[in-house]
């Protein structure tokens, strides 16, 4: 019933600027999201995500730039005008409606045959597997069923776009796995371009093609998921997606090698960056403890736990290096040596492992 | 958890319900008995309801009753609509005011506004004077029925406002959004999404206009209009005596067709609470109206409001001024109706003494009935609240009718006195009249406080005295303020069962003076600056339970009736 090519559309964001009144909310961003690609804006409240989504949809104005939907600049378009869909945080289903007539809403502002209408909202109730709800309130309905009728109303007009609103933020923990993969998997099939907006990195790195981070109206960091984990530029993109040790210092020159001091006087060896001050980030993950092997790449340091917490397949320690609290992160396996609070440990890593900030 | 049923409970709920039956369920009963009865005799009989149906002046009273009834609810609605709309929907400078100005009207009781209104826009008031003078013609706006119309949308249209003002403020900015979203834009996106969401307020407010007007004992009768239900009842029981089974059948079909209003609005109403679906809340999104627009705008809301506040506008006036006859204003303005009215009068000590008897009856017995129907398991519970609410149908004329029926019959201890003509009856029917705002207000706020609050402070081993003193009572205080205000303000102005239980001058409230003063023409000046003061009182009422309440921002539809 879709028809794909329909579906196939860019989204050109230009030099936007949005103020609400003399608050500056979004700042001059530029975006550039490909025909069927799974887009995310990810970030904490308040960072200017969902004001860039009604943006798009034609909600709010950017007093600066444009927005190119395919080849058409709609900046000055109406909402009405866009033929994007776009699914609301909490539904926005009519109440006074029902769930067939939420659905045709949108057909019927086309002025879509009765007959016509009538297949298209029940092939679209299938495709969100609520064939059957027809006559139903939304009142009615359980929250998970609301957001498959909210999708199924935007989808059946086949817009050029779909927009999320933070779709799951609503739903209880285990619907909320459930409906992830069912959007992905609807998204997938249809192939329409996808704009997710989510405070959530878990969701953000399970569903996206690619996410832009974003922070005080700025895009901190923009690419694939795991290029965004693994290599973070910055210390806010590092801190959202996953936990992180950061130490801050400066990289000297020492006989001709470079070595990094902390400000809490850790020294690190044989590094590969620049002098000057910088940041050095470490996931959690990437640290032993007591680990007897030698090899050149493996730093060691001394330190004492003065902390644990059992996450179930982790055990999450604090260990105090040098005055400096850097967590680390083992797996858990009913094996596992377990050490306690006051134990004098060394923790190690690999010094490939480091990534540098200058700051 | 639902508390045990102690003694003291036990006793407390029979004193309650022995109060409700008593002093509203049997005067009630007794109308309707005495309707049924041949007074000769004393047999059951629909007679009396045939006898009604075959008087040609009774047939047209009800049909004229109808018909203002109608009329005001279509006029009132032509008041608010545009006041409601362009206030959540636009944005511009003084909604708030405009909203509030809008108010107003309802502080003022219907029939003293009727007399000004006559002075303003009656065959020779300012407004037709100034018609004739410049256009050639007059308008009849105050001729029979048309000035009971007038008057009674004038007073009862904001009901509609705050309602209609209400849902629209209810109405979630996605609801409208997604419907853009799905291209619609416009009267379009107006009447399928904004229209039907706002028509539970409608109706709430609409239902109670119709209701109101058909009950309405004293407008009618200051601008002379008889052949209507209301009047004709009270007409037949003051000329005739209380004896006559007629009046009895009018106040029947007076609360029969009460109760059919309410029944027929909670029918179109259910199933039809939007709000628990419309998570976000906040309202319609405001648009900027351009120059013009604006223009229109201020026009049409400059002109209804200057409408509904003439009554207002005329009472000041007729207050200060001397003789306001066949001419545009008085012709000269003086004090000496006040000073008249505070040198001769004990009406604003009784409104005072009767009003806060009443409204303190009313909070008592708001806060335990509450308390019982919401936190006690006690079997019957719930009746308690039915019967309370009832009375909100029941209209003062036929209670005040059945006051007269039940208890003149029984004479107060060590006098000849009848009971109801001792003064403590008018505080009782004030008290029943106004109980269902006091219930309402404590309702509303009992069910706000946990109740984990009390079980907290019952795991410390407190009473339920202790918890109902130092947890409940605290946490309700503003909704008891509020409500205690509500019924003040508003037993400040009834007429319609107080003019029926009046039987001494030196007993009457302010209301029945100012209807008293107003018969005559001598009269009006000192009336109407008995209305100003009756207005103030409501007025400073009014406000200072909408501060109360808007410190609880409670956003749901407010019912004032």
């Given amino acids: 019933m879709y028809d794909n090519s329909n579906f196939q559309t860019g989204v050109n964001i230009k030099d936007v600027d949005v103020f609400y009144g003399k608050n500056h909310v979004i700042k001059n961003i530029n975006i550039d999201i490909k025909p069927g690609e799974f887009f995310t804006f990810l970030g904490p409240s308040g960072c200017g995500k969902t004001t860039l989504l009604r943006l798009i949809a034609g909600f709010e104005s950017a007093s600066k730039g444009k927005v190119i939907i395919g080849e058409n600049d709609v900046t000055t378009l109406p909402p009405w005008k866009r033929n994007i869909g776009m699914v609301f945080q909490n539904y926005a289903l009519w109440p006074h409606m029902s769930v067939f007539k939420n659905v045709a809403f949108g057909l019927e502002q086309k002025k879509i045959e009765k007959i016509e209408i009538f297949s298209l909202v029940k092939n679209s109730l299938e495709l969100v597997g609520l064939e059957g709800f027809e006559n139903r309130r939304p009142s009615q309905l359980s929250g998970g069923q609301q957001q498959r009728v909210a999708l199924a109303r935007t989808l059946v007009v086949k817009p050029m776009i779909l927009l999320l609103d933070e779709p799951l933020s609503n739903l209880d923990a285990k619907l909320r796995i459930q409906m992830r993969k069912d959007i992905l998997h609807l998204q997938r099939k249809l192939g329409i371009t996808t704009i997710f907006v989510t405070h959530d990195q878990e969701e953000a790195n399970v569903m996206s093609d690619r996410v832009a981070v974003l922070n005080n109206g700025i895009v901190e960091q923009l690419g694939r998921p795991e290029d965004l984990y693994n290599n973070p530029i910055n210390l806010f993109t590092a801190n959202f997606l996953g936990t992180t040790n950061t130490l801050e210092g400066e990289v000297v020159s020492n006989n001709g090698k470079l070595k990094f001091i902390s400000k809490e006087n850790i020294e690190i060896n044989n590094i590969k960056f620049k002098t000057g001050k910088c940041k050095i980030l470490l996931r959690p993950q990437n640290f032993y403890i007591n680990n007897n092997e030698i090899k050149d790449e493996l730093v060691k340091l001394k330190g004492k736990i003065v902390e644990k917490e059992f996450l179930g397949n982790i055990l999450r320690y604090t260990i105090n290096v040098s005055e400096k609290k850097i967590l680390v992160d083992l797996i858990h396996e009913d094996n596992s040596l377990i050490y306690k609070i006051e134990d004098e440990i060394e923790l190690s890593f690999d010094i490939n492992k480091l990534r540098f900030l200058e700051s | ?561």
């Fill in chain 2, 1 to 561: 958890m639902k508390l045990r049923n102690t003694v003291s409970l036990k006793l407390t709920f029979f004193l309650i319900a022995s109060f409700l039956i008593i002093f509203l369920v049997i005067p009630v009963v007794s109308v309707f008995y005495t309707a049924f009865i041949d007074p000769y005799s004393g047999n059951f009989t629909i007679v009396n309801f045939l006898d009604f149906f075959k008087n040609r002046l009774f047939i047209e009273s009800f049909f004229n009753s109808f018909y203002v009834a109608i009329m005001s609810v279509i006029l009132a609605s032509t008041f608010a609509l545009p006041l409601s709309y362009f206030t959540t929907r636009f944005q511009f400078r003084g909604s708030v005011l405009i909203q509030s100005l809008g108010f107003i009207p309802l502080i003022m009781p219907p029939f003293v506004g009727a007399v000004a209104l006559k002075l303003l826009f009656g065959t020779n008031g300012t407004v037709n004077l100034f018609l004739n003078k410049w256009m050639g013609f007059k308008v009849p706006f105050m001729e029979g029925l048309n000035g009971v119309i007038f008057a009674e949308s004038i007073h009862y249209f904001p009901f509609i406002l705050i309602n209609l003002v209400a849902s629209l403020n209810n109405i979630d900015k996605t609801m409208e959004e997604s419907a853009q979203n799905l291209g619609s834009s416009g009267l379009n996106l107006f009447r399928k999404i904004v229209l039907p969401l706002s028509m539970p307020g409608y109706v709430a407010g609409a239902s109670l206009v119709f209701l109101k007007v058909f009950d309405d004992l004293g407008t009618p009768l200051l601008l002379d209009i008889n052949n209507m239900l209301a009047p004709q009842a009270y007409l037949r029981i003051s000329a005739i005596g209380i004896d006559d089974p007629m009046g009895y059948v009018m106040a029947v079909i007076l609360v029969v067709t009460s109760l059919s209003a309410m029944w027929i609005a909670k029918l179109a109403l259910a199933g039809k609470d939007y709000s628990m679906l419309q998570k976000g809340g906040g309202g319609l999104a405001k648009r900027k109206l351009n120059f013009m627009e604006k223009i229109m705008a201020y026009g049409v809301i400059i002109f209804i409001l200057f409408i509904v506040l003439a009554p207002h506008i005329g009472l000041t006036l007729l207050s200060f001024g001397t003789i306001w006859s066949f001419s545009y204003f008085p012709d000269a303005y003086t004090l000496n109706h006040y000073k008249e009215i505070f040198e001769t009068s004990n009406f604003i000590k009784n409104t005072f003494l009767y009003c806060s008897i009443a409204a303190f009856i009313d909070i008592l017995l708001g806060v335990l009935i509450s308390y019982i129907v919401i936190r006690t398991s006690i079997r019957g519970r719930e009746f308690l609240d039915y019967i309370a609410m009832a009375a909100l149908a029941i209209p003062g004329l036929a209670l005040g009718i059945g006051y007269l029926r039940t208890f003149y019959q029984y004479n107060l201890p060590f006098s000849n006195q009848p009971l109801a003509s001792w003064w403590f009856i008018i505080v009782i029917a004030l008290t029943i009249r106004r109980l269902p705002y006091a219930l309402r207000a404590c309702n509303a706020a009992l069910t706000q406080i946990s109740i984990y609050l009390e079980e907290s402070a019952e795991v410390f081993g407190a009473s339920r005295y202790i918890i109902l003193k130092k947890i409940v009572i605290p946490l309700m205080i503003a909704g008891i303020l509020a409500g205690f205000i509500t019924s003040f303000a508003t037993a400040a102005v009834e007429l319609s069962a107080t003019i029926m239980l009046v039987s001494n001058e030196i007993d009457a409230p302010l209301s029945y003076a100012i209807y008293a003063y107003m018969q005559t023409a001598a009269g009006r000046g000192p009336g109407a600056a008995l209305g100003v003061i009756a207005v103030v009182i409501v007025g400073v009422g009014t406000y200072f339970s909408q501060r109360i309440i808007e410190r609880k921002q409670s956003e749901k539809l407010i019912n004032l009736n």
